[in-house]
């Protein structure tokens, strides 16, 4: 059988204004298998517009349980889009990864964390009239935070904020969420540290 995969975010997981198989999730798990990495398509828990202390409500409610192979968390940009304190995102971001480990069997080394990335370069910010240097500062300390509790246990890290910042053209028709192509871009970033993560995994 294949590896499993769990897949826990928002819009950005769910891929909003992109077709299923252009999700980065599903992406990086046709990357790993064109790359020997027998991971099954993900199990994708995630929709647009959830905080961290939705996405835990979500996860009571779905009532997943362990053990998965790999469990990827990319959260957080709603609680900064609703303007909460980072101390606040902590603490919930730190409970949500907490439970990405358990449900990856208690190994933070099969639990994939990926940065949030920079909606303040989107025509929707511009448009909007909100200030998009305070959101970079916003998530860059967002993701100061997110890092820092993912490397604390020993779970895996991927910033591809700077691909959203540097590739901001890369937009789904609503202006405001990626494409498939920056999603791609996102997969392929992600691709050799998830790869290394699952190169001793055997699959059963």
Same mark, same amino acid.
């Given at each position: 059988?294949?590896?499993s995969y769990? $897949?826990? !975010?928002?819009?950005?997981?769910?891929g909003e204004?992109?077709? @299923?198989?252009? =999700?980065?999730?599903?992406?990086?798990?046709?990357?790993?298998? %064109?790359?020997?990495?027998?991971?099954?398509?993900?199990?994708? +828990?995630? #929709? #647009? !517009?959830?905080t961290?202390?939705?996405? $835990?409500?979500a996860?009571?409610?779905?009532?997943?349980?362990?053990?998965? %192979?790999?469990?990827?968390? +990319? &959260?957080?940009?709603?609680?900064q889009?609703?303007?909460?304190?980072?101390?606040?995102?902590? #603490?919930?971001? *730190? =409970?949500?990864?907490?439970?990405? /480990?358990?449900?990856?069997a208690?190994?933070?080394?099969?639990?994939?964390?990926?940065? &949030?990335?920079?909606?303040?370069?989107?025509?929707? @910010?511009?448009d909007?009239g909100?200030?998009?240097?305070? /959101?970079?500062?916003?998530?860059?300390?967002?993701? @100061?935070?997110? *890092?820092?509790?993912?490397?604390?246990?020993? $779970?895996?890290?991927?910033? &591809?904020?700077? /691909?959203?910042?540097?590739?901001?053209?890369? +937009?789904? %028709?609503?202006?405001?969420?990626?494409? $498939?192509?920056?999603?791609?871009?996102? @997969?392929?970033?992600? +691709?050799?540290?998830?790869?290394?993560m699952?190169a001793?995994?055997?699959?059963?």
């Amino acid at each position: 059988m294949p590896l499993s995969y769990l $897949a826990l !975010g928002d819009s950005y997981t769910i891929g909003e204004s992109v077709p @299923a198989e252009g =999700r980065w999730p599903v992406q990086l798990a046709a990357a790993l298998r %064109d790359a020997g990495t027998p991971l099954g398509d993900p199990v994708i +828990l995630a #929709t #647009t !517009g959830w905080t961290t202390d939705e996405l $835990a409500a979500a996860m009571d409610a779905a009532g997943h349980a362990p053990p998965w %192979d790999l469990v990827s968390l +990319l &959260i957080g940009v709603n609680n900064q889009y609703r303007s909460r304190d980072v101390d606040g995102y902590r #603490t919930e971001f *730190r =409970r949500l990864l907490e439970r990405a /480990i358990a449900l990856a069997a208690g190994r933070a080394d099969r639990v994939l964390v990926l940065s &949030i990335p920079d909606w303040g370069v989107t025509p929707f @910010a511009r448009d909007s009239g909100r200030d998009t240097a305070r /959101i970079a500062a916003e998530l860059d300390a967002y993701n @100061a935070t997110a *890092r820092e509790e993912t490397l604390r246990p020993g $779970a895996h890290w991927v910033d &591809i904020t700077p /691909i959203s910042r540097q590739h901001a053209a890369l +937009l789904a %028709d609503d202006g405001l969420h990626p494409s $498939a192509a920056q999603y791609a871009l996102w @997969a392929k970033a992600a +691709l050799p540290t998830a790869h290394a993560m699952l190169a001793t995994m055997p699959a059963t």
